[in-house]
């Protein structure tokens, strides 16, 4: 600074304010404040959402843990030769005209007799009320394993069968006292001779395995309802879901990614798909009603109309991602093949895809745990029949035979009064988020397999 320019300086002007870095100015605490506030906002989003999924896992897991317990009763029966072949015969046709009425009979006189021969009190319980505890798909077990077996006749066996829903559910819970005293179905009397049947072993609760392999059952039988038709009928969608959209989906991928031209037609193209990708779940429903069974009259209900149904929705989910892993591949990776001579193909099928195939395999199996999960279009193309038969074979034509999905099986149950079959509603959803779970972890452990770093 000069003589000049120092004479112009006030004498009497402040000296520069020096701050320093470690002293907070009103600016940075407003910002500090800020920030905090954001994580706050943040972990409180974070709890709350946590929140919400704890409890209802809990409302699933409470309601439906139940549903893989059955109540059974196990007691000596006497196969009577005289009432369940009447001509001696030993003939399966013959033995056939008796029908489960008989062996409802048979298996009702049984239990009171042996009852009696236990010295355990029926008070209060009339016969007709000890035979309501005996489940009416029982009978026709017991009808089964004779027309299977005919030398069992005349013997005494220990046979097991399912007690009744009011029955099973007052071992697990669901059913007391008080609500025994407002309902037609069960009185108090009959559980407490529920309780002494309990306190001599004739009565208990163990895992019901026919819950995941049996088919469904009326709304007269809650207690034999299964999961064996919708199991069979998921598997079956899976696989032709899998073999038709992860060709198409792949190949749309690769080429509207690596080869197409780019022109108005492939953004038209670009612009409808990202639009089918949005497009609600029913919409295919009904696009499936009209063309796989109004038109090509493909069998309702049948696993092949369901799968192409899912097909059509599931395509653009998993053309997006499969795009969107082709192109989180480096073009330093094309330009260095194409460099060394490679052409435009061998660069796409020996460095693009490998590169890109986690993300393709993710994305595609969360696309098909998501169809999965599908439940309005299954029902528009009829898979809401009550379905009692299981499909043939693959093989066999079991395609196009009758059948069921998880969650339309969950939809059916839950739509039904009797509290067993929400009860099993709920343990369809604990089997179905299983599924789903180990269709994430797959998808883990085929990223972490397949992936590559550059």
């Given at each position: 600074?000069?003589?000049?320019?120092?004479?112009?300086?006030?004498?009497?002007?402040?000296?520069?304010?020096?701050?320093?870095?470690?002293?907070q100015?009103?600016?940075?605490?407003?910002?500090?404040?800020?920030?905090?506030?954001?994580?706050?906002?943040?972990?409180?989003?974070?709890?709350?959402?946590?929140?919400?999924?704890?409890?209802?896992?809990?409302?699933?897991?409470?309601?439906?843990?139940?549903?893989?317990?059955?109540?059974?009763?196990?007691?000596?029966v006497?196969?009577?030769?005289e009432?369940?072949?009447?001509?001696?015969?030993?003939?399966?046709?013959?033995?056939?005209?008796?029908?489960?009425?008989?062996?409802?009979?048979?298996?009702?006189?049984?239990?009171?007799?042996y009852?009696?021969?236990?010295?355990?009190?029926?008070?209060?319980?009339?016969?007709?009320?000890?035979?309501?505890?005996?489940?009416?798909?029982?009978?026709?077990?017991?009808?089964?394993?004779?027309?299977?077996?005919?030398?069992?006749?005349?013997q005494?066996?220990?046979?097991?069968?399912?007690?009744?829903?009011?029955?099973?559910?007052?071992?697990?819970?669901?059913?007391?006292?008080?609500?025994?005293?407002?309902?037609?179905?069960?009185?108090?009397?009959?559980?407490?001779?529920?309780?002494?049947?309990?306190?001599?072993?004739?009565l208990?609760?163990s895992?019901?395995?026919?819950?995941?392999?049996?088919?469904?059952?009326?709304?007269?039988r809650?207690?034999?309802?299964?999961?064996?038709?919708?199991?069979?009928?998921?598997?079956y969608?899976?696989?032709?879901?899998?073999?038709?959209v992860?060709?198409?989906?792949?190949?749309?991928?690769?080429?509207?990614?690596?080869?197409?031209?780019?022109?108005?037609?492939?953004?038209?193209?670009e612009?409808?798909?990202?639009?089918?990708?949005?497009?609600?779940?029913?919409?295919?429903?009904?696009?499936?009603?009209?063309?796989?069974?109004?038109?090509?009259?493909?069998?309702?209900?049948?696993?092949?109309?369901?799968?192409?149904?899912?097909?059509?929705?599931?395509?653009p989910?998993?053309?997006?991602?499969?795009?969107?892993?082709?192109?989180?591949v480096?073009?330093?990776?094309?330009?260095?093949?194409?460099?060394?001579?490679?052409?435009?193909?061998?660069?796409?099928?020996?460095h693009v895809?490998?590169?890109?195939?986690?993300?393709?395999?993710?994305?595609?199996?969360?696309?098909?745990?998501?169809?999965?999960?599908?439940?309005a279009?299954?029902?528009?193309?009829?898979?809401?029949?009550?379905v009692?038969?299981?499909?043939?074979?693959?093989?066999?034509?079991?395609?196009?035979?009758?059948?069921?999905?998880?969650?339309?099986?969950?939809?059916?149950?839950?739509?039904?009064?009797?509290?067993?079959?929400?009860?099993?509603?709920?343990?369809?959803?604990?089997?179905?988020?299983?599924?789903?779970?180990?269709?994430?972890?797959?998808?883990?452990?085929?990223?972490?397999?397949?992936?590559?770093?550059?």
């Amino acid at each position: 600074m000069t003589d000049a320019t120092s004479a112009n300086v006030p004498a009497s002007a402040p000296a520069p304010h020096k701050s320093s870095l470690l002293t907070q100015t009103a600016l940075m605490k407003k910002r500090n404040a800020a920030e905090s506030r954001f994580k706050a906002y943040g972990i409180a989003a974070i709890t709350l959402s946590l929140s919400v999924l704890a409890i209802m896992l809990w409302t699933i897991f409470s309601d439906g843990v139940s549903a893989f317990k059955q109540a059974t009763f196990s007691f000596p029966v006497t196969l009577d030769a005289e009432k369940l072949d009447p001509k001696g015969n030993r003939e399966r046709d013959e033995m056939m005209r008796v029908t489960t009425i008989g062996y409802t009979n048979l298996l009702n006189q049984q239990l009171v007799a042996y009852l009696a021969d236990r010295g355990i009190s029926t008070e209060g319980v009339s016969d007709k009320d000890i035979a309501a505890f005996i489940s009416r798909d029982t009978p026709a077990r017991l009808r089964d394993m004779v027309l299977a077996n005919p030398d069992i006749l005349g013997q005494t066996i220990q046979f097991e069968g399912f007690a009744t829903g009011r029955i099973d559910g007052y071992l697990k819970g669901r059913v007391t006292r008080d609500t025994a005293e407002r309902d037609t179905n069960i009185s108090v009397a009959q559980l407490d001779l529920a309780d002494r049947m309990i306190s001599e072993g004739i009565l208990s609760a163990s895992f019901n395995w026919s819950f995941l392999t049996a088919p469904d059952a009326s709304d007269q039988r809650p207690e034999a309802a299964g999961l064996g038709v919708a199991l069979i009928g998921s598997a079956y969608m899976m696989f032709l879901v899998v073999i038709m959209v992860l060709p198409l989906g792949v190949a749309a991928s690769i080429y509207l990614e690596e080869f197409a031209p780019k022109n108005r037609w492939t953004d038209l193209i670009e612009v409808n798909i990202s639009n089918l990708a949005a497009v609600p779940s029913i919409v295919y429903g009904i696009l499936g009603l009209a063309i796989f069974i109004n038109f090509a009259k493909f069998p309702q209900s049948s696993p092949l109309v369901g799968a192409l149904v899912l097909t059509l929705m599931t395509l653009p989910t998993i053309i997006i991602a499969t795009r969107a892993a082709i192109r989180a591949v480096p073009p330093s990776i094309r330009d260095a093949a194409l460099g060394v001579g490679a052409s435009k193909m061998q660069t796409v099928f020996h460095h693009v895809l490998p590169l890109a195939a986690p993300g393709i395999l993710t994305g595609t199996i969360l696309g098909l745990a998501s169809a999965l999960g599908e439940t309005a279009p299954l029902l528009l193309i009829g898979m809401v029949a009550f379905v009692a038969n299981y499909p043939a074979g693959p093989l066999d034509g079991g395609m196009l035979d009758p059948a069921t999905a998880l969650p339309v099986q969950v939809y059916s149950w839950a739509s039904r009064s009797d509290p067993a079959f929400i009860e099993r509603s709920a343990g369809a959803i604990i089997v179905l988020l299983a599924f789903l779970v180990v269709m994430n972890i797959v998808a883990i452990l085929l990223r972490r397999k397949f992936e590559r770093r550059w």
